[in-house]
Structures are given as structure tokens and as C-alpha cells.
Nanobody
Framework: VQLQASGGGSVQAGGSLRLSCAAS????????IAWFRQAPGKEREFVSA????????YYADSVKGRFTISRDNAKKTVALQMNSLNPEDTGVYYC??????????????????WGQGTQVTVSS
């Protein structure tokens, strides 16, 4: 599975951004798509995930109520709508795919394919 992330940018605190992840290739082998982010000097952390089949969604506590993940099965895209952004949301955002059924969604090593990342910068 090949993944292409887009939609990053720079916004002020309180603003919004919408990220998109387009999947191609052997997409039938993908069971779940997740977003992770990595801030400078910090480890990569889980943000959100959605399953292709049932549309089950998962969120990190830090983004619940502010971020919404959705998928379009026909277009094989996953979107992450990010509202009420704050400087702590700054980082490179990566989308990732796992072919495992019921993986531990917040663990990066459960994912087999990764996109190239898109930068999100939130200024105060």
C-alpha cells in the first residue's frame, strides 16, 4: 500500500486544518489507517485511526473533541479534520496503514506502510 499525505500548513492557535491521506496499490490488504505525529525532539505519537470496513474510529485523549477522522472507501482516502488547534499540535503528521486485523492501534510498529508526512505548524 502506498500512502500520500497532504493538507498541512501553518495556522494560528484556534484555527483549523484538514489533512488527507490517499491510499493506492494493494489497498485491499489495508485494514486500518492511522495518523501519527512527531514534534521536534519527541517520539512519534498516535493521533487517530479509522477502519476501512466498519468505520470504527480511535482518538488520542489529547485530540478528542477537536479532531475528527473519516474515510471514503470509494476514493480510498482518509481525512483528519483538526479544529481548535494549539501549539502542542505542531509536528509532522504521518498516515500509516496496517494489514493486521484488530492491531494495537496506538502502536506504530503495528503499521506496515507509511506516507511521507506533512508539516503542521500552530503558532500562539
Amino acid at each position: 500500500v502506498q500512502l500520500q499525505a497532504s493538507g498541512g500548513g501553518s495556522v494560528q492557535a484556534g484555527g483549523s486544518l484538514r489533512l488527507s491521506c490517499a491510499a493506492s496499490g494493494r489497498t485491499l490488504s489495508s485494514w486500518i489507517i492511522a495518523w501519527f505525529r512527531q514534534a521536534p525532539g519527541k517520539e512519534r505519537e498516535f493521533v487517530s485511526a479509522v477502519t476501512w470496513s466498519g468505520g470504527d474510529t480511535y482518538y488520542a485523549d489529547s485530540v478528542k473533541g477537536r479532531f475528527t477522522i473519516s474515510r471514503d472507501n470509494a476514493k480510498k482516502t482518509v481525512a483528519l479534520q483538526m479544529n481548535s488547534l494549539n501549539p502542542e499540535d505542531t509536528g509532522v503528521y504521518y498516515c500509516a496503514s496496517s494489514h493486521y486485523v484488530h492491531p494495537v492501534v496506538a502502536i506504530s510498529t503495528e503499521y506496515n506502510s507509511w506516507g511521507q508526512g506533512t508539516q503542521v505548524t500552530v503558532s500562539s
